[in-house]
């Protein structure tokens, strides 16, 4: 007798073991066939990708992914996840994990990042997409939106901006699609009502617009990448804290 393949789920939660592959976020390109079969079948595959910006450095645009973000964003039933920090990488791992109807991308950076995370509510926030890591010193002026390495970059022109005297919050958004996904009034409440929004990711702007309207200030990609070292290149393309504040500050008027 022949055995049911038709039964779900193949897999449970508790058991804990996946099938996973891994490699530079740019190779992605030539696995995306199988990554997009995963989807289509609801396997929960995991896959890991390094490497995963201009932040590559001298390898140069060859190997710098800017499209790949909002490739795998647009796979149906694919949740990519672009961690800030250790805490955040533990909490999407443990999503990962758990997840038993489709396939999981964990998007990771070659450069070292700070701990920006100290404390672990019981409430992965990692699993509604987004959440506020910094909050405005009164009712804010901008939002800073931002994921994985850049991250870092909004923390840092959060404080700059908060020292010239303009509330100023910054959100996490490891995962873009998560967020789209929760109910309007919880997507309102993460995005919330600043009158500046900035949207800062080393990628092309693609799928930002839902977060920080076709009017929000986008700092990240607009071409390929260029060869040198990573801090260099990410000045050159102005992905900074400075050209962050300074572009908020442009927007305020």
């Not at 967020?179 to 949207?199: H, N, R």
């Not at 977060?211 to 060869?227: A, L, N, P, R, Y």
Request: charged residues 20%; contains cysteine; glycine residues 8%.
């Amino acid at each position: 007798m022949s055995p049911d393949y038709t039964a779900r789920p193949i897999w449970h939660p508790s058991l804990k073991l996946r099938a996973f592959g891994a490699g530079f976020l740019i190779f992605s390109e030539y696995g995306r066939m199988p990554i997009r079969l995963a989807a289509l079948m609801e396997i929960p595959v995991i896959y890991v990708f390094t490497h995963d910006s201009i932040g590559v450095g001298e390898d140069g645009p060859t190997h710098q992914p800017v499209e790949h973000l909002a490739a795998l964003r647009a796979i149906p039933n694919m949740r990519v996840f672009r961690p800030c920090d250790a805490i955040e990488v533990t909490e999407c791992w443990e999503l990962a994990l758990n997840r038993i109807d489709g396939p999981t991308v964990l998007v990771l950076t070659r450069q070292n990042l700070p701990q920006l995370r100290t404390s672990v509510p019981s409430d992965n926030p990692c699993s509604h997409g987004a959440y506020e890591l910094v909050a405005a010193s009164g009712e804010a002026k901008v939002s800073l939106f931002a994921s994985g390495s850049e991250v870092e970059i909004a923390v840092s022109a959060q404080k700059e901006l908060a020292g010239r005297g303009i509330p100023t919050r910054v959100v996490s958004v490891p995962s873009l699609e998560l967020l789209l996904a929760q109910p309007e009034d919880k997507q309102k409440a993460v995005i919330g009502t600043a009158p500046v929004k900035v949207a800062i990711e080393a990628a092309v702007r693609w799928g930002w617009d839902a977060v920080i309207g076709h009017d929000g200030v986008f700092i990240g990609m607009h071409s390929f990448g260029e060869s040198g070292p990573a801090k260099d290149l990410f000045k050159h393309f102005g992905i900074t804290a400075e050209a962050t504040v300074n572009a908020a500050l442009k927007r305020l008027g």
